[in-house]
């Protein structure tokens, strides 16, 4: 079994920043792909950022140029820099993970954090 924990989110201004971060813990083998995803009230739940083992990354169009997503193999931790944000950013976000454990592999996702933009 894996938990993930995610920390960071609180309430910023308009234009403002936060980091967020997601610690994997567990009996963990191998952690693959890392995303984050964002839901909004009423609103579905969407892929915000993703980092692959290799290091690379991929955005969705609404946040490209603002965030940042990045991992700490040693320290199983992702990160999302968010810079400039927007009240439309507001959501709760929460991280997913790959993880391979040695005898199955399965994605599992964090509990969540709520980020506020407002003034």
């Known amino acids: 079994q894996a938990q993930l924990v995610e920390s960071g989110g609180g309430l910023v201004q308009p234009g403002g920043s936060l980091r967020l971060s997601c610690a994997a813990s567990?009996?963990?083998?191998?952690?693959?792909?890392i995303d984050w995803y964002r839901q909004a009230p009423g609103k579905q739940r969407e892929l915000v950022a993703t980092?692959?083992?290799?290091?690379?990354?991929n955005y969705a169009d609404s946040v490209k140029g603002r965030f940042t997503i990045s991992r700490d193999n040693a320290k199983n931790t992702v990160y999302l820099q968010m810079n400039s944000l927007k009240p439309e950013d507001t959501a709760v976000y929460y991280c997913?993970?790959?993880?391979?454990?040695?005898?199955?592999?399965?994605?599992?996702w964090g509990q969540g954090t709520q980020v506020t933009v407002s003034s």
């Open positions: 567990g009996s963990i083998f191998r952690i693959y792909a």
């Open positions: 997913r993970a790959d993880i391979d454990f040695g005898y199955r592999r399965s994605y599992y």
């Open positions: 980092v692959n083992t290799d290091g690379s990354t």
